[in-house]
């Protein structure tokens, strides 16, 4: 006997993720569904604060410059960059960061802010 459901009410066309329609009428483009999962995929890897640990340490550089560098934090888990912004506003100096590394690094000595700070966001702070 063939398949009982092939071409009855069973069959439910497939429909798209990102507007909910079917792919008939879907009119997402590639890139807009390719963003849209890597959103997604982001989205899933984000860890909450509280279950971080940051640490803080200060770093001499060159000509005696400090810098204060927060490791522990991943680019994968975090939004460093936001993060970054928003030390900056605490401190009122520049920074960056070492995605690759999954380090942010601000200029000069603001280890007391900055600890303040994270953990007033949630993170646990070394
Ligand atoms: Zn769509």
């Known amino acids: 006997m063939a398949s009982l459901f092939a071409g009855t009410q069973f069959y439910i066309p497939p429909t798209c993720e990102r507007c909910g329609k079917t792919e008939d009428e879907c009119v997402c483009t590639a890139e807009e569904k390719a963003a849209d999962e890597a959103a997604k995929q982001k989205q899933a890897n984000r860890l909450p604060p509280e279950k971080q640990t940051a ?4 770093e001499k550089r060159k000509g005696g410059r400090k810098a ?3 490791s522990g934090l991943t680019a994968q888990a975090n939004d460093l960059q936001d993060l970054l912004a928003q030390l ?6 520049g920074g960056t960061v070492k995605s690759n590394d999954d380090l942010v690094e601000l200029q000069g000595d603001h280890a007391e802010a900055i600890r303040k700070k994270l953990a007033e966001i949630g993170y646990r702070v070394k």
């Not at 640490?55 to 200060?58: C, D, G, L, S």
């Not at 900056?88 to 100096?93: A, D, F, I, L, P």
């Open 55 to 58: 640490r803080v340490q200060i």
């Open 68 to 70: 204060t560098v927060i």
């Open 88 to 93: 900056q506003t605490v401190c009122g100096t």
